[in-house]
């Protein structure tokens, strides 16, 4: 499996000094942990964000939990209570044989209903991942489509594999992508389910030319009917991902962009999906930019520490609005991994390294806003202030903002280590 389980360290390397931008503004916000995850029966490593219900915010952990038939856990669905920190396991994966229920969530959840819905990269009755459904008030879980159950001539996952994102929800459809599977090279699908019948279409398959891109790790985003997402690879002469387009109706993908251009300063690996903000859509790239945490690496995708970028969807034209590492020991951050959100004209995001060194070595991550008209970075929190990162480290997943707090998680820290959900308000 391609970039599946490609674990924080492959990243946590250290980044040089960049002269080029001016030091970055450090606004002061006050860190609060909500809960700190336990394993059993709560969950550990929570790689996605929050959504917030009524005033419940839920989300999902990538291990331990209740489950008995994984080594480590295979994950949970979580309520959490933001006034008192009370969390609810709703439902603990991998409960029946060969975890056909499915196993590792990361796709943030989408609400309808009393359900929510999310995606697992494994298990199923194929272990190719699954399309489930959780009652929010019973705790039910029922899967609504296993991946992996096609074949065209040896392509055993045609219908794609290993969802890594999150679905949307669109004229009575669910939408989503699959990081492997389809009909071409194992590259990755976009796909269209009926919620009420688990019928599955498989409306693109990545990887069918040279300029297509393939691994799309990230979900899409609905724009006035028309879908848009990221590839973390492919695309163009240097294969270092793409933004594209997907019309739900036909099936027809049109790549707006490929990054890897002018030695990869305009970005390279996008992972996240995308925000639209007043007629432009932006996102983040893990590495490139004008960074240079990686001067003597052989592999330029593996150069700068990423970007937040800016793309018009009508010409594809693609600008960088911030490059990540423009400060000594990148205390601005470092490889973004996470989806942007828009609030009041500005963006708001998380970095997975940087910031303050903690006890990470290389930065135990930050949360940030950026100016999009300006470019104006500033540092919201910087994690693991301290030695046993009390507050969180490695903060993987976006933010949310509820009534003017910030919402998120992290993959590790907190009191055993195993991940927190925390809240950021203004000093």
């Not at 790689?47 to 917030?52: K, M, P, S």
């Not at 609005?321 to 951050?333: E, N, R």
Request: glycine share 18%.
């Amino acid at each position: 499996m391609k970039n599946l389980f490609i674990g924080v360290f492959a990243v946590a390397v250290g980044c040089a000094l960049a002269l080029q931008f001016p030091a970055t503004a450090i606004a002061k916000s006050q860190e609060t942990v909500l809960h700190s995850f336990s394993g059993d029966p709560d969950g550990a490593f929570p790689r996605t964000g929050l959504i917030d219900v009524k005033g419940t915010l839920y989300g999902t952990t990538s291990g331990q939990g209740g489950g008995t038939r994984c080594a480590y856990g295979c994950g949970t669905v979580f309520a959490l209570d933001p006034g008192s920190g009370a969390v609810t396991a709703l439902y603990s994966f991998c409960n029946e044989q060969g975890c056909e229920d499915g196993e590792y969530p990361e796709g943030l959840l989408i609400d309808m209903g009393d359900k929510l819905y999310g995606t697992t990269v494994k298990g199923g009755a194929h272990d190719g991942g699954t399309v489930y459904a959780v009652d929010r008030k019973s705790g039910r879980e029922r899967v609504l489509y296993a991946f992996c159950s096609q074949q065209i001539g040896y392509r055993k996952c045609a219908d794609g594999a290993y969802p890594q994102a999150g679905l949307i929800y669109l004229n009575g459809e669910l939408y989503g992508t699959t990081s492997e599977g389809g009909a071409f090279s194992n590259s990755g699908t976009a796909f269209a389910l009926d919620p009420t019948t688990g019928a599955e279409t498989v409306l693109h398959s990545f990887g069918d030319s040279d300029s297509d891109g393939y691994d799309p790790a990230a979900g899409l985003i609905n724009v006035n009917g028309m879908l848009y997402g990221t590839t973390k690879h492919g695309g163009g002469a240097y294969g270092e991902g793409t933004v594209y387009s997907l019309d739900p109706s036909t099936g027809t993908e049109t790549v707006l962009h490929s990054f890897g251009g002018a030695a990869d300063a305009d970005g390279s690996g996008p992972a996240a999906g995308l925000v639209y903000l007043n007629g432009t859509l932006y996102g983040t790239t893990i590495w490139g930019g004008t960074g240079d945490c990686f001067p003597h690496s052989t592999f330029r995708h593996m150069a700068g520490c990423g970007t937040v970028f800016a793309l018009d969807p009508s010409s594809g034209a693609e600008t960088v609005v911030y490059s990540f590492c423009s400060h000594h020991g990148c205390k601005d951050g470092a490889y973004p991994k996470s989806s942007l959100i828009a609030k009041r004209g500005m963006l708001y995001g998380t970095t997975e390294n940087g910031g303050t060194r903690g006890s990470c070595g290389h930065g135990c991550g930050t949360a940030f806003t950026v100016n999009p008209s300006t470019g104006a970075q500033k540092v919201l929190y910087a994690f693991c202030p301290q030695q046993n990162c009390g507050d969180g480290s490695w903060p993987e997943a976006g933010l949310i903002d509820v009534k003017g707090t910030l919402y998120g998680t992290t993959f590790k820290g907190g009191a055993d280590g195993l991940g927190t959900v925390f809240a950021l308000t203004k000093q």
